[in-house]
């Protein structure tokens, strides 16, 4: 599999990578091990080509998300339910 997801996570979560990459896109993603797949991806700054990479790995991550009961009209989590009231001779 590709390290591209890897990559791209790392230079959105850590600011020292994304000074590294503005600086030298090439040397960080070589030191990375990108593919020359991937460079070619990143160097065309598409993010509908880079989303389109994806497309078939990230579908079975959206269907383990998905809401498992549609029908429950409760946000999720439910809510605790009302207490009963108590009875008053």
């Known amino acids: 599999m590709s390290k591209l997801l890897d990559f791209l996570t790392d230079i959105a979560i850590n600011p020292k990578q994304q000074i590294a990459f ?6 960080v993603a ?25 497309a078939d790995k990230l579908t079975p991550l959206a269907e383990i998300c998905n809401d498992p009961n549609p029908e429950d009209p409760f946000p999720d ?13």
């Open 22 to 27: 503005a600086r030298q896109p090439k040397t």
């Open 77 to 89: 989590p439910d809510p605790e339910p009302e207490p009963e009231p108590s009875k008053q001779d």
């Open 30 to 54: 070589d030191a990375f091990g990108l593919s020359e797949m991937d460079k070619a991806l990143i160097e065309s700054k598409s993010s509908a080509k880079i989303a389109a990479f994806f």
